[in-house]
């Protein structure tokens, strides 16, 4: 029997700008997918407790497409991006909320491929779970969330370089609490929201080069309106993200609040990821006593908002800690 643990992650700043090879500071969390998997024969069967009907599937997988239900075609995707040479019976069960922006589709695929014995490195392990996301539901997806799960460092968040897929550790203050709170509006990348914001983003750096490298002086050559707003939140997010790991180290922790909430600001104005009903529960939640900032936290469209605050502040929602990435034990 082999047991792997999976963890989700919040991410705490750098939004919607891994795929456009930015800055993201994402921390695995002691939130997680179980897989608990006896290997053997050709077929791979998992039940899951949050869902109906299981994922069943040949080794040799034949269409991934063609797999239903949704969970059952990611879990045909990885197993086809793995390719094992046995099969297994297993269950799976989560901590996770499912759709609320904390990655419980990356932390089902990376603890499926631990699982299914893939060995490898962090990183080529979070690029095959990426291939697999991108197989089994078209969403064009970044690396965060799949190297935040399985390079996660307790005690730590991880600032990623998607131009590099470099990850550094940069240490979490024990002095405040980070939590996620969420809104009760669940959501899928699935439609094309996700898919359009990428392609604006293709699109301004068509005309301006590597938005990672671009600066706000260069905005100005996108003619398009829309176009140039999805630009400026990617520019300006990455130089938060610098900025936050550096009050973080500096133990500026209201500074580095002020910019988690201007990045709300700016997932919601220029980058429009936003919704009414998330608005709302930052604009509530920041006018806490305590709240040193809050923002919408993952792509949007409903799912959690992160706050980080002093401790105790905030008593509704997920406390979260920051937890090592995933693992995989024979029992
Ligand atoms: C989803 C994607 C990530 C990233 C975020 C937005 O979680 O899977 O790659 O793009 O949205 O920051």
């Known amino acids: 029997m082999r047991r792997v643990f ?21 921390m ?21 407790a949050d869902e109906p009907l299981p994922a069943v599937t040949p080794i040799e997988v034949a269409d991934v497409a063609a797999d239903e239900p949704a969970w059952a075609r990611l879990v045909a995707a990885v197993v086809a991006e793995v390719g094992p040479s046995v ?27 631990l699982a299914l014995g893939f060995e490898g490195s962090a990183l080529e392990l979070a690029l095959l779970c990426q291939r697999a996301e991108r197989r089994a539901w078209g969403v064009p997806c970044g690396i965060m969330d799949q190297l935040a799960s399985a390079a996660g460092a307790a005690g730590h ?19 405040a609490d980070i939590l996620a709170v969420h809104s009760g509006q669940t959501r899928t ?42 630009a400026r939140h990617v520019v300006n997010e990455s ?27 700016s997932l919601r104005d220029d980058f429009e990821v936003s919704t009414p009903i998330l608005d709302a529960l930052v604009d509530r939640l920041a006018q806490t006593s305590g709240v040193l900032g809050v923002r919408l936290t993952g792509a949007g469209f409903g799912g959690c908002v992160v706050v980080l605050c002093e401790r105790g502040a905030v008593t509704e929602g997920w406390r979260l800690m920051p937890s090592d990435g995933a693992n995989a034990e024979e029992m």
Request: charged share 20%; net charge negative; proline share 6%.
């Open 6 to 26: 999976a963890p989700g992650r919040v991410n705490l700043i750098g939004e919607h700008t891994d795929y456009s090879g930015g800055l993201v500071l994402p």
């Open 28 to 48: 695995a969390i002691q939130l997680g997918t179980t897989v608990e998997f006896e290997p053997g024969g050709d077929i791979v069967h998992l039940v899951s």
């Open 87 to 113: 099969g297994g019976q297993g269950s799976v069960s989560t901590t996770l909320p499912i759709g609320a922006g904390l990655s419980s589709s990356a932390s089902l695929e990376v603890a499926v491929a």
């Open 157 to 175: 968040a991880l600032l990623i370089d998607c131009t590099t897929n470099s990850a550094i550790p940069v240490a979490i203050p024990e002095e």
């Open 189 to 230: 990348l699935a439609g094309s929201a996700y898919a359009d914001r990428r392609a604006a983003c293709e699109q301004a750096a068509a005309i301006i080069g590597p938005l990672r490298d671009a600066s706000p002086a260069d905005l100005a050559r996108i003619d398009d309106p829309v176009v140039r707003s999805r």
């Open 239 to 265: 130089a938060r993200t610098l900025a936050f790991v550096e009050a973080l180290h500096g133990g500026e922790l209201e500074s580095a609040g002020r910019l988690m909430t201007e990045s709300h600001a």
